[in-house]
């Protein structure tokens, strides 16, 4: 009988921490789509560059510019930082609501 009681509060303790980690909403930005492209250029006739670029969302954070689109920055890293600026409305991460 103790047993199944260690057990359900158990499984109750984990229910409770998994439901609180979910609703939980991200407080640092979190990429969760990104896109890349590559531009390359030509400087003399054998020598040449090219650069990788990467469209980063952060869905959790709404341009209120654009109602329902989410916060986008394009960078030459895969790291959104919070005093980055969105593509579309000039604002920073900070500025944007939480969805």
Avoid at 53 to 58: Q, T, V, W
Avoid at 60 to 70: A, L, M, P, T, V
Wanted: with cysteine; hydrophobic share 30%.
């Amino acid at each position: 009988m103790k047993t199944i009681k260690s057990i359900a509060f158990a499984a109750i303790s984990l229910l409770i921490v998994f439901l609180v980690s979910c609703s939980s909403a991200p407080k640092d930005p979190q990429i969760t789509y990104m896109e890349v492209f590559t531009q390359s250029a030509t400087h003399y006739p054998y020598f040449g560059s090219s650069r990788t670029y990467y469209r980063l969302y952060d869905a959790n954070r709404r341009c209120s510019k654009h109602g329902s689109d989410c916060f986008v920055v394009t960078k030459t890293d895969q790291i959104i930082n919070t005093a980055d600026r969105c593509d579309r409305c000039r604002r920073s991460w900070y500025a944007h609501e939480k969805k």
